[in-house]
Structure formats: C-alpha cells, structure tokens
C-alpha cells in the first residue's frame, strides 16, 4: 500500500498526507502501479468533462478537461515532453543534449512540441463520440509503456530521479505494468462492443519501443525527461487510433 501511495505522491498533485520513506527498491516497484496512477487521472479528467458538459459546449468542457490533466499531474509529464523536444532537435552533441534537458527554461522546440500536444488532444477529444471513456484510457495507454521504456534500458545521466527507475525495474514489473494496463484497456473496449480494436494497446506499445530506440539512438539511453514524453507521445497516439476507428465507422 505504501508503494501505491508513494506512486501516487510522485506522479500527481493529489494530496495525500503520508510521509513515507523512500528508497529506489519501492520507486522501481512502483512501475507496476502506474497504469492506476493513469486510472486516477483519467477519472479525474472525465470526471471534469461529465460536470461541465451539463452546463458548457463540449468544445469548452473538453478544454477544461485536458487542462485538469495538467492540474492533476502538475504537468509533469508535458514538461518533459518539452525538455525532450528542446534536446533532440537542437541538433547538438549528446552531451549538449543532456544539458539542454536540465535547463529550467523552454524553448522554441518545447513550445512547438507543447502547444501540438495540447491542440492535439482537445481536437481529438472534440471529435470522439464516447469523450468520457477516452479520457479515461487514454492516460492509462500513456502509463502502461513505461516498463517497456525503462526496462534493461541505460540512464543517459550519472544521476536523477529517473536513475532509480531506468533499467532498475524487473521483467516481472515490466510485464505487470504493460500487461495489466494493455487488459484494462481492452476490457472497456469490449465492454462498449468494441473488441475488434483490442490491437490498440499493443500498438502503442510497438509505438513505445520504436521512441525508446529513437531516443537511444540521439542520447545513448533514456532520462525522466525522455519517460515524460514517451507517456505524452503515447496518448496522442491513443487518441489517434481511436479517430481512426471512429472515421472508418469502427467505433
């Protein structure tokens, strides 16, 4: 239980008043439960939708919702979607790179890589038909490949938090985290009568490890900052699938 509520503690703002003692074994464990930490933001989200769409147009509900993601995780997530963009297309060495990453400051890259994020989502989620289950498996799919992006994978930095994360995690975590999340995603899919669309999560997974070659390929390894963006990069996707579905009538 204390390894969920640190999980929680760490990759959300939601106030649980616990203190807890850390150590990298209960972090790397902690893996396992991240595709409930995307159940709980995804909740929250649709939550928000669900009350605002009573009294505000679905554009505007949709908004606010994504925007309650951003509330809910503190955009941790979203920030190293930036820091990864600033980095990977600054055309830099790799050491530059890195340096890039752990500046406090955005630039032009992260902004472009922020502002698509965002725009992205509220049109795909505008365009959905059931809004509220794809807010609520949309970060699941972005927390279940976790595991694949940190196992056996190198930390690109001497030192981070991601460093008690990034090939410290077991296959058994590995495998608990994307298979448990990839069946969550697909018992709702077919409770809604879609079960034919059961590839999804495992193409967002293939999805996952094709960006963690990427990212190796450009930094030789993986930071906190290149797992951020692999949980954002993955939900665009999701939510990309899903369009797909529903213009081809699948949904």
Not at 7 to 24: C, E, G
Not at 156 to 162: C, M, P, T
Not at 186 to 210: D, Q, S, T, Y
Not at 226 to 231: D, N, R, V
Request: net charge neutral; proline share 3%; hydrophobic share 55%.
């Amino acid at each position: 239980m204390d390894t969920l509520i640190l999980t929680i503690q760490l990759l959300t703002r939601i106030p649980i008043n616990k203190q807890i003692d850390v150590k990298d074994e209960m972090l790397s464990k902690g893996v396992m439960y991240w595709p409930v930490v995307g159940l709980i933001i995804g909740v929250g989200q649709a939550i928000v939708y669900m009350l605002l769409s009573l009294i505000l147009p679905k554009p505007v509900a949709v908004i606010f919702a994504v925007l309650s993601e951003i509330c809910i995780n503190g955009g941790f997530h979203l920030d190293g979607l930036c820091d990864t963009a600033d980095a990977i297309y600054s055309a830099r060495t790799k050491e530059r790179m890195l340096e890039i990453m752990k500046d406090s400051r955005v630039g032009t890259n992260g902004v472009i890589a922020a502002f698509f994020d965002l725009m992205l989502k509220i049109f795909l989620l505008m365009s959905s038909v059931d809004t509220e289950v794809v807010l609520i498996l949309a970060p699941v799919a972005g927390k279940m490949v976790q595991g694949i992006l940190m196992y056996k994978a190198r930390y690109a930095r001497e030192k981070g938090l991601g460093h008690s994360y990034i090939g410290r995690i077991s296959l058994k975590t590995c495998l608990i985290c994307s298979i448990s999340g990839a069946v969550f995603i697909g018992a709702c899919l077919a409770v809604f009568g879609k079960w034919f669309l059961f590839p999804v999560p495992f193409i967002c997974m293939l999805a996952a490890f094709g960006f963690r070659k990427y990212i190796e390929s450009k930094i030789d390894g993986m930071t906190g900052d290149t797992l951020g963006a692999g949980s954002e990069v993955t939900e665009i996707l999701f939510l990309l699938l899903i369009a797909i579905a529903q213009s081809m009538l699948w949904w």
